[in-house]
Each structure stands twice: as structure tokens, then as C-alpha cells.
């Protein structure tokens, strides 16, 4: 869901420089980045405005009191159900005032290694997550058998 929450932004040449990048990489296959900046440079802000530009949603955890490794892992399966599962377009914004546990990082490095994080999900939603993408699995030509790897 596109948030309609209106934003105020000054624009000048470099910022609008940045969110040509990052709409660029927004839009290419497996895009992903790593935005560094002092706090409150915009890198969220022009996340955000990219994203919209592209008409793709933005996933964000939120951190809250008791929010621990294992509330991570399930909002990041809700975000590759979302993505993965339901073909829905999803950029995952994540901040490192978002780091709570060194776990996190521990399973994005996975996510952007090797494009999974281990034991995420038990045997019995992995092969629901299967089953959700098997079709267009097949279509691209990645799991012919259909068989979950």
C-alpha cells in the first residue's frame, strides 16, 4: 500500500541527482543499495519519493519495546510472502537505528548474499511459500520440476 502521507521537501540539483539513482536501482532487477549519509541528509525521504515514483511499495519494521530477533525474522517473512509469494513490487527500508540485535544484520547479509536467510521458515510454511511461487518459478525457467529446493 502507497502511503498518501505528504511529505515537505526542499529539492535542489544533488538531491534530485540522488533520487535519479536511486529510482534507477529501485527499477533494475535484484536492485538493491546501501545509502550513506549524516542523519537527516533526506536518504530516506528520497527512498521514499523513488519508490512512489516507480509505483512500488516500502517496507519498514517497527521497532518497539520487546522487539527482538524473532519479530524480525517474522516481519521479514511477512515482507518475502508479500514480495516473493505475492509478486508485489517491495523495497525493504531498513535504517541502522533499526539495528537492535546484530542478528539483523546478520540475516540481511544472508537475504543479499545468497537470497535467503537459513531456517527462516519451518517445513511446513516453506513449502507453502512454494507452492505460492512455483508458477512463475517455472515460467522463468528456475524450477522446471517444481520441485522446492
Known amino acids: 500500500e502507497v502511503s498518501r502521507k505528504p511529505m515537505d521537501l526542499v529539492c535542489f540539483l544533488y538531491m534530485l541527482e540522488h533520487l535519479s539513482r536511486v529510482a534507477r536501482v529501485i527499477k533494475s532487477p535484484g536492485g538493491n543499495a546501501l545509502l550513506v549519509g549524516v542523519g537527516g541528509s533526506g536518504r530516506q525521504s528520497v527512498t521514499r519519493l523513488a519508490c512512489?515514483?516507480?509505483?512500488?511499495?516500502?517496507?519498514?519494521?517497527?521497532?518497539?519495546?520487546?522487539?527482538?530477533?524473532?519479530?524480525?525474522?517474522?516481519?521479514?517473512?511477512?515482507?518475502l510472502t508479500k514480495a516473493g509469494g505475492n509478486g508485489e513490487q517491495t523495497v525493504f527500508l531498513f535504517s541502522d537505528t533499526q539495528i537492535k540485535d546484530e542478528g539483523f544484520v546478520e540475516d540481511i547479509n544472508n537475504l543479499l548474499n545468497s537470497g535467503e536467510i537459513p531456517n527462516l521458515f519451518p517445513p511446513d510454511?516453506?513449502?507453502?511459500?512454494?507452492?505460492?511461487?512455483?508458477?512463475?518459478?517455472?515460467?522463468?525457467?528456475?524450477?522446471?520440476?517444481?520441485?522446492?529446493t
Open 52 to 79: 512512489y515514483m516507480a509505483d512500488i511499495n516500502v517496507f519498514q519494521i517497527e521497532i518497539a519495546k520487546g522487539y527482538d530477533v524473532t519479530a524480525f525474522r517474522e516481519d521479514v517473512k511477512k515482507l
Open 125 to 148: 510454511e516453506k513449502v507453502a511459500v512454494c507452492e505460492l511461487v512455483r508458477n512463475a518459478a517455472r515460467e522463468e525457467g528456475k524450477a522446471p520440476d517444481g520441485t522446492p
